[in-house]
């Protein structure tokens, strides 16, 4: 993915790694729009922020996709980049039936968001020269944390989506990428919380990211060092000790 010159659309980009991501690209020289539901919170960024402009999106709701894609596509034709940032992290307690509301919540907004989102834009950006889509995903894709099973396991389904909608757009100008964050201090679970270190700071998170795609731009899985001991626990023998620490840590 080349870093600049771009005109980039990112879902979930009003706080945490969204924004933040927002802000170094728009830094680097492309036209950035930063999609959410809260429309006060999206004036408030534009004013802030030099280079992003907002768009209301709410991605569990497939009107608000449709009609989010005909306003960016009208206002922004040379759109060429969207990053499925948007998503959800609550804890549930699989004891009782009490966490189904979270699940079918969390699977609406993280997988089902994310698919619609792709199936929106996917046929838009063929047409463009240079397209990139953009999948989030974690590094508890890879090795789950007990806290948040649905959330884990939406963020596998988002992997294994990514890897089919790259191998079926290999064809196409569209490159697919996925990024795969590490707990980061972000509000995302209370994460800006955590002073005990294993949350990555926001920044330092960043600054790898935009280094890996300046440094490395072939790259189609975009992660930090830090991500790595999760994403690779089951190649390197160790997912059960690995699972089991990030149990006792939360």
């Not at 047409?127 to 884990?152: E, H, Q, R, W």
């Not at 072939?218 to 089951?234: A, T």
């Amino acid at each position: 993915m080349k870093t600049t010159g771009n005109t980039i659309l990112i879902t979930g980009g009003t706080s945490g790694l969204g924004l933040g991501l927002a802000q170094r690209f728009a830094a680097a020289g492309n036209k950035v729009i930063v999609a959410g539901r809260r429309a006060e919170l999206l004036r408030d960024i534009e004013a802030s922020n030099p280079g992003i402009t907002g768009l209301e999106l709410d991605v569990a709701d497939p009107t608000s996709i449709a009609e989010a894609f005909t306003k960016v596509t009208a206002s922004d034709p040379e759109l060429n980049v969207v990053i499925t940032m948007a998503g959800i992290m609550q804890p549930e307690d699989l004891h009782s039936a009490g966490f189904l509301e979270t699940a079918e919540k969390t699977i609406t907004t993280n997988l089902l968001g994310t698919i619609r989102t792709i199936a929106a834009f996917t046929e838009f950006l063929q047409t463009k020269p240079d397209a990139t889509i953009m999948t989030v995903t974690s590094g508890l894709a890879y090795t789950p944390l007990a806290l948040t099973p649905t959330y884990n396991a939406t963020k596998a389904a988002v992997a294994s989506f990514t890897d089919i909608l790259r191998l079926q757009l290999a064809d196409t100008s569209v490159e697919v990428l996925e990024l795969v964050p590490p707990a980061v201090a972000t509000t995302l679970l209370g994460q800006d919380q955590d002073d005990s270190g294993r949350a990555m700071p926001v920044d330092e998170f960043l600054d790898e990211v935009m280094s890996i795609l300046t440094e490395r731009p072939d790259e189609k899985q975009v992660m930090v060092e830090r991500v790595k001991p999760l994403r690779y626990s089951e190649a390197n023998g160790n997912y059960d000790q690995v699972m089991q620490m990030l149990a006792g840590s939360h």
